[in-house]
């Protein structure tokens, strides 16, 4: 079987309605959820004890962490609300990747996760969600 690549842009500020209409059908509340969480704060706490070059290492190592939990916080609340948003995660990647609706939507059950992933990895789109988490907070 053949693998499927793509290419993703960098996002840029045409990019929020795109994202903000997925967001609002799944419910903001959703995502608030996810930087709300006791395992967030926690890690997030940790995160700023240490001064000391181990306590750096410690600080990257959380903030390694913060990053998966959020990632697959995220893409889990994508997935479970996916029915509300479907056409508009097609045509949001499409928008991102080059491709047509129809080829993105064509994709590999396995490349379409990883797009999704991919998507939710990028530093502009952690950059969007630092200025958003500060909004619910």
């Known amino acids: 079987m053949e693998s499927v690549k793509f290419e993703l842009r960098k996002l840029n500020a045409g990019d929020v309605a795109p994202m903000a209409a997925i ?3 799944i419910g903001l509340k ?3 959820s996810v930087f709300s969480s006791d395992d967030m704060k926690s890690i997030i706490a940790k995160a700023g ?5 181990d ?5 990257d190592s959380a903030a390694m962490k ?3 939990v959020v990632v697959f916080d995220l893409a889990g609340i994508i997935l479970d609300n996916y029915i509300k948003c479907e056409k508009d995660v097609f045509k949001f990647l499409a928008s991102l990747s080059g491709m047509k609706e129809s080829d993105v939507k ?5 490349v379409f996760f990883e797009m999704i ?3 939710l990895q ?3 789109f952690k950059d969007f969600f630092k200025v958003v988490s500060k909004l619910l907070k």
């Open 117 to 119: 992933i991919t998507v």
């Open 49 to 53: 004890k240490k001064d000391t070059e």
């Open 23 to 25: 967001i609002s059908k």
């Open 122 to 124: 990028k530093d502009e």
């Open 106 to 110: 064509a994709l590999p059950i396995d």
């Open 55 to 59: 306590g750096q290492e410690e600080n």
């Open 30 to 32: 959703e995502f608030k």
């Open 66 to 68: 913060v990053g998966m």
